[in-house]
């Protein structure tokens, strides 16, 4: 049974940066893509980030040049390293894991973590 633990989320100004941190149980993490999705209020879930088993990446436009996904296999943990952080990125942010190489994995999700800019 897949288990996701999201951490790190929490109120930062514009212009800052936070670091997010998935922890997962349960599977053989390095078989597994790992994405990273927000939702905010009134709006659909949007895809930010994946990193696949092989470590290709790919970004939601939103984000690209600024945001930055990578894993740690030894920890089975997922990072979100969010830099010039702007209101608009104000959401709860998710963790995704699907096993494989999907470049937007699908699978299991974890409850999530805030993240408010806010000045």
């Known amino acids: 049974q897949v288990q996701l633990v999201e951490s790190g989320g929490g109120l930062v100004e514009p212009g800052g940066s936070l670091r997010l941190s998935c922890s997962a149980s349960?599977?053989?993490?390095?078989?597994?893509?790992l994405g990273w999705y927000r939702q905010a209020p009134g709006k659909q879930r949007e895809f930010i980030a994946a990193?696949?088993?092989?470590?290709?990446?790919n970004y939601g436009d939103s984000v690209k040049g600024r945001f930055t996904i990578s894993r740690d296999n030894a920890k089975s943990t997922v990072y979100l390293q969010m830099n010039s952080l702007k209101p608009e990125d104000t959401a709860v942010y998710y963790c995704?894991?699907?096993?494989?190489?999907?470049?937007?994995?699908?699978?299991?999700w974890g409850r999530g973590t805030q993240v408010t800019v806010s000045s």
């Open positions: 995704n894991a699907e096993l494989g190489w999907s470049l937007t994995p699908w699978g299991s």
């Open positions: 349960g599977i053989i993490f390095s078989l597994y893509a």
């Open positions: 990193i696949t088993a092989g470590g290709a990446t």
